[in-house]
Structures are given as structure tokens and as C-alpha cells.
């Protein structure tokens, strides 16, 4: 890991750019305390960039509960390499819901299995390189989307003690399996009237989850409508578990 930017934020998070290899990312750490702080990595669906206002607001908030918070860019946004294969997924997908079409399973499975595949591996090695860091310690939460990664790290990756995890997008079938491997504490945001997701599916996602503790958070609205309480309850769901 090499740190390629520092500043000061008012509230006195230290913000940090950083690459890890080819892939860029951000980490914002609270003021120095007693106790190494407690990290949550922030799951987006890429674009640091275009992403970066809703990250910082949710990395102050985990600053302020005294946590330190990461992203990362996802494999094909931002400044790195695009997929082709991925591409014309996405194009497919979109053609679909233009049109007012079910979203065939084969289209989401191109478009988010390679995702999963790729930025799961890159998450891990980005907790390999953040946990050793001064001030930084375990546990460990996940909050975010692609839910589909959130689904496959909480399913694989033993460090990550609990996960807030956002139903906005289509989920392959296979993950769903996975889902039921998911046992650590788990808050599920859902957006009831979410343009970008098939809500029964996510509901049956949620019951597959083989979590004994999960809670759906669903609220009217579209996809960017998700209002500031459910934002508030998340928090306070992963304060009690990584505090």
C-alpha cells in the first residue's frame, strides 16, 4: 500500500488517497484515541470519484462514532481498465428494463458474477494492508453495495464481524446459496419502490440469509430516496457490534 495524497478534514478526520497496486482508494480515520479504532469498509457501486461526497458523509458519521472507514474502486470504474464483456452486460440490462422486460438471470450473472469474482479478492488484500496501520484494529463491518459483494465477503472473509448491507441491485442466483452460509449480524436497507432491483427477490435474499440476527430496514421510495433515519439506524446497528 502507498499513500499518494493527506489532509485534514474540520471535523478532524484525517482523509488518506492511497493505490494498493492498480486500485486506488480512500481511508479516513478519526482523531488519535486510547484504542485502535474499529474499521468498516464502504461498499459502493463504483466511481470514487463521482462517489467520493456520499463516502466522506458516511466515513464522518463512522469517524464520529469512532471508527475508521475504507473504499476502495471497484474493478472497472473509475480510472481502471474496462471489461467489454462487462459493457455489453450492462447494456443488456439497461435495454431490458427500458423496455419493461423480466431482466433474464444469464444477464445479471455476466454482468455481476466476474465483478464478484475480481473484487472480493481485492477487498481482502485491502483488510491485509489497513489492519496492521497505527490506529486502526479490529473488528471489522462491511456496509454497502454491490450487495453481491457484500454477500460473498460476509460468506468468506472471517474478519468481518457484522454488515449493513444495501438491496439496490440484481443478484445472480448463485449467490443466493451463498447467502445462506452468511451467519454474523446483518442490517438489510431496502428501498420498497427501488427502480434498480426486484423486490420480491430481495426478499427472498433476505430470508436465505442463515444469519440468527438480521433486520430489514425497508422504506418507501426510489432508489436514491433512502431517508437520513434509515442512514442513522445503520450506525447505531454497527456501533453495537464493532463497538
Known sequence: MRFTSERRLDDGVLERGFTLGEIPGILWTPSPASAPAPLILLGHPGGLHAMYPRLAARARRSAADGFAAAAIELPGSGDRPRSAAAERARADLQRALEAGEPVDDEIV???????????????????????????????????????????????????????????????????????????????????????????????????????????????????????????????????????
Open 109 to 243: 450473472d455476466r454482468l455481476v458474477l466476474p465483478l464478484v469474482e475480481k473484487a472480493v479478492p481485492e477487498w481482502r488484500a485491502a483488510l491485509d494492508a489497513l489492519l496492521p496501520l497505527p490506529g486502526i484494529g479490529g473488528p471489522v463491518g462491511y456496509s454497502g453495495g454491490v450487495i453481491s459483494i457484500g454477500i460473498r465477503l460476509a460468506a468468506v472473509e472471517p474478519r468481518i464481524s457484522a454488515a449493513v448491507l444495501f438491496a439496490g441491485s440484481f443478484v445472480p442466483r448463485t449467490l443466493f446459496e451463498e447467502a445462506r452460509r452468511v451467519t454474523i449480524p446483518l442490517h438489510v436497507l431496502l428501498q420498497w419502490d427501488d427502480e434498480w432491483n426486484d423486490r420480491q427477490a430481495a426478499l427472498e435474499l433476505f430470508d436465505a440469509f442463515g444469519s440468527r440476527e438480521k433486520t430489514l430496514h425497508a422504506n418507501m421510495g426510489g432508489h436514491t430516496g433512502v431517508p437520513r433515519f434509515a442512514g442513522e439506524a445503520a450506525a447505531r446497528f454497527l456501533t453495537r457490534h464493532l463497538s
